[in-house]
C-alpha cells in the first residue's frame, strides 16, 4: 500500500503526572541501586510501563504477598496505602519507600480529621480503587463510596453530609452532586480534593482533539483516568480510537494526509506515545 503520509502530533500535555513521575523515578533509582525491588500493586495502571520496570526488575505483590514478607524494602506507589500497610511493615520489619503522591496523602489527612471530629464522610470515587481503599482505611472503613448520584440517593443520608472525592474525578461532576444534594435541602461541606493537574486536562484535550481529522488515545485498560478521558477526546473528535499498545493501531483508520494526534492518560507514558508516532508516521 502506499505511504499514508499523515501529519502526526503528541499532545504535550499528555503522560505522566507529577505523582507517577516521582514514583517511577523512585523505583528506577532503587533498581539502579539494588536490581529488584518490591512494589505493593501496579506502580502504574498501564501494562507497557509495568513490564518495562518488571524487566529491570520490579516484582509487584498483593496485599497477602507482603503479609508473608519479612525484612524487605517495599515501594507504596502514588495511589497510596491505607494504615493498615504501614502496621503490618512494622510488624513485619519492612521498610516502606513511600512513593504516595502529595495531593493523595493531604486528602488521606483532611478526611483522618474529619473522621476524627466524627462527621459522616462520603466519599466520590470508584468501588476497590487503590487510592479509594487508601481514604477508606481513614476512618477504619466506616465512609460511605459512592460513584454516582443515584448510588449516593440510595443511601439513608443525615442531613449533615461531609463530602469528599477521589484526587481523579470530574470537578464538573463533583460540584453537580454537590448542588444536587443541596437542592434536596442537604447541608454539605464539601471538600474539593481533586487534583487539578488531572482535572485541567479535561479542557486542555477537549481543545487539542478538535484540531485534528483522527485522535489516536493511547492508555493501559486498568486506567480510570484514561476512560474518562478517552470519553472526553471521543465526545469532542468522534474519530477518536483507544489503543493500548502499538500492535493494535489499524491502518484501515486513516487517510492520506489525514492529521492525527496522539495523546493519553495520567498513566500514559511518553515513550509508549511516541512508539505510536514512529508507527503512524511509516504507514
Not at 503520509?5 to 539502579?32: H, K, T, W
Not at 524487605?72 to 491505607?82: C, F, N, S, T, Y
Not at 520489619?93 to 493523595?104: E, G, H, Q, R
Not at 483532611?110 to 476497590?128: A, L, M
Request: proline content about 3%; some cysteine.
Amino acid at each position: 500500500m502506499p505511504n499514508l503520509s499523515l501529519s502526526v502530533r503528541i499532545d504535550p500535555n499528555s503522560g505522566f503526572c507529577f505523582g507517577v513521575i516521582y514514583a517511577i523515578q523512585m523505583a528506577e533509582d532503587l533498581l539502579d541501586e539494588q536490581g529488584y525491588l518490591y512494589c505493593l500493586g501496579d506502580i502504574v495502571h498501564n501494562d507497557e510501563e509495568v513490564q518495562r520496570l518488571e524487566a529491570r526488575g520490579l516484582r509487584i505483590i498483593c496485599h497477602e504477598r507482603l503479609a508473608e514478607l519479612r525484612d524487605e524494602a517495599v515501594l507504596i506507589r502514588a495511589h497510596g496505602e491505607p494504615p493498615a500497610t504501614y502496621q503490618m511493615a512494622m510488624e513485619n520489619n519492612l521498610t516502606l519507600i513511600d512513593a504516595s503522591c502529595p495531593v493523595v496523602l493531604k486528602l488521606q489527612n483532611r478526611i483522618k480529621t474529619s473522621y476524627d471530629k466524627k462527621e459522616q464522610i462520603f466519599i466520590y470515587g470508584k468501588h476497590g480503587h487503590a487510592e479509594v481503599l487508601g481514604l477508606l482505611g481513614q476512618t477504619s472503613g466506616n465512609a460511605v463510596v459512592f460513584e454516582n448520584l443515584d448510588e449516593l440517593l440510595s443511601h439513608e443520608l443525615p442531613e449533615n453530609i461531609t463530602l469528599y472525592s477521589q484526587t481523579t474525578k470530574s470537578t464538573n461532576s463533583f460540584y453537580n452532586i454537590k448542588n444536587q444534594l443541596e437542592t434536596r435541602g442537604y447541608q454539605v461541606n464539601a471538600n474539593d480534593t481533586i487534583c487539578r493537574q488531572v482535572s485541567n486536562r479535561d479542557k486542555d484535550l477537549r481543545r487539542f482533539a478538535a484540531q485534528f481529522d483522527q485522535i489516536v488515545f493511547v492508555s493501559g485498560t486498568k486506567s480510570s483516568n484514561g476512560k474518562v478521558l478517552y470519553q472526553v477526546c471521543k465526545e469532542t473528535n468522534p474519530q477518536t480510537h483507544f489503543i493500548s499498545n502499538v500492535g493494535e493501531i489499524e491502518q484501515v483508520w486513516f487517510r492520506p494526509g489525514q492529521s492525527v494526534g496522539i495523546c493519553g492518560a495520567t498513566s500514559t507514558p511518553m515513550w509508549l506515545m511516541e512508539q505510536v508516532r514512529d508507527r503512524l508516521l511509516s504507514l
